[in-house]
């Protein structure tokens, strides 16, 4: 069996098509969506639409559930662009999908940790940057109660492949189309990212899953313009 795992797509239309082409030539079985859609200053509404089409299972990341549950002065500038380009019917729609998916009892999906898409799961957050977190905080973080070969987060940004409970496999794909911190105002808390689109390919082997992380390369300059033209500056100078 062979999965592709995106995630964290933030309205970055580009990026997920980029994304979406390398998948289609690879042909996995199964794709699978970790959540943050469509926040973004890009293109929520296009991005969406283009979600809704590909239809795949998808777990709901902070920001879809903010998008029911806020108004845009209660979400952070830049990903508070989407509470004006969807409608109230497609923003409870992502505040409406599932908050952990289990899949044949063996792959296990969710944005942050099994209990909170606020959360990291395989860091910790220090000083205003993240560092990997220690084996048993990951496996106190996923709990008992949950087993699985593979567990797959998102909401961090960064991808990274480590080892869970009982030999499992944990994946963080990284971000489709948001490079970590992308909106910081304090360039200390920026972390060393770069703008290509990152998913991943996990594929089950006879003892355990092979996994590959994957950044593509696009045009960021059509990122910085869409950004620059809905009105974000700060966002426009990273993708620039």
Known sequence: MQIAIISDIHGNLLA???VLSDIRRRKPDLTLNLGDCVSGPFWPKET???LKELDVPTVRGNHDRWLAERSATEINPGYNFACEELSRFEKQK???LPS???LDEDIFAFHGTPDSDTKYLLEDKIDGRLA???SKDVHRRIGPDYRASLYLCGHSHLAHIAMGPNGSTIINPGSVGCPRYTDADNP???ENGIA???YAIATKTQRRWSVELIALDYDWSKIAQQAELN???NWARVFA
């Open 196 to 198: 290509l689109a990152h």
């Open 94 to 96: 992502l505040g409406n």
């Open 100 to 102: 952990r998916l289990h």
């Open 188 to 190: 200390k808390e920026a």
């Open 16 to 18: 997920l098509e980029t």
């Open 132 to 134: 990997l977190a220690r």
């Open 231 to 233: 009105g974000y500056l």
């Open 48 to 50: 969406y639409d283009l």
